[in-house]
């Protein structure tokens, strides 16, 4: 079972400043099967990034991904008011299908 | 425009079975390339997988939960389903239904119903 670690627990920044957010995975992916998500509190997640670096259907350019092997990058380049929130990574694998980050919370500083 | 609203009891004692249902608009259950998946999210905590169906009619589970769980599609319905037998008060979460089309995301979870919130309470 692969196992992904998200860093920081918490982020705190403020708008128009650039957050990195990291998830490493316990043994070298394919980025074909990471991804990443924004879930605001009260809502389902919300599919950002997929292939590492895809962005999905809407989701601003600010928001980018890279990685390869164990280590990815969630990078929102400016952050908005409306980006605070609670970011997850996710490994779809063979078993389990799909392995999720504890989740980085990103605040408002 | 895909859609997924989930629907449940809210409240289940324990030792029950739970019994949701997701139904799916803009989309068949059984379009090739879709796929569906059970997550679900304890307060205050992040997401564990449950279940997956496949739009082939395969089906996968999360080890941890595989002998308690049961997940299916009723293409009649055009819904994916999950029971969860033998709950306990730490299968309190909320329950979210999410789908995709692997040919447009490939492996991201990219529509998700609202959520149901079951609580396991006798």
């Known amino acids: 079972e692969i196992v992904l670690t998200q860093s920081p627990g918490t982020l705190s920044l403020s708008p128009g400043e650039r957050a990195t957010l990291s998830c490493r995975t316990s043994?070298?992916?394919?980025?074909?099967?990471l991804t990443w998500y924004q879930q605001k509190p009260g809502q389902a997640p919300r599919l950002l990034l997929y292939?590492?670096?895809s962005r999905a259907t809407g989701i601003p350019d600010r928001f980018s991904g890279s990685g390869s092997g164990a280590d990815f990058t969630l990078t929102i380049s400016r952050l908005e008011p409306e980006d605070f929130a609670v970011y997850y990574c996710q490994h779809y694998g063979n078993s389990p299908r799909y392995s999720f980050g504890q989740g980085t919370k990103l605040e408002i500083k | 425009q895909l859609q997924l609203q989930e629907s449940g009891p809210g409240l289940v004692k324990p030792s029950e079975t739970l019994s949701l249902n997701c139904g799916v608009s803009g989309g068949s259950i059984t379009s090739r390339g879709y796929y569906w998946a059970w997550i679900r999210q304890p307060p205050g905590k992040g997401l564990e997988w449950i279940a997956s169906f496949y739009y082939s009619g395969s089906t996968y589970y999360n080890p941890s939960l595989e002998s308690r769980v049961t997940i299916s599609g009723d293409t009649s319905k055009n819904q994916v389903s999950l029971e969860l037998n033998s709950v306990t008060a730490a299968d309190t979460a909320v329950y979210y239904c999410a789908g995709t089309d692997y040919n447009a995301f490939q492996y991201g979870l990219a529509v998700w119903g609202q959520g149901t919130t079951i609580t396991v309470s006798s």
């Open positions: 292939g590492a670096s």
């Open positions: 043994l070298s992916v394919s980025s074909k099967y």
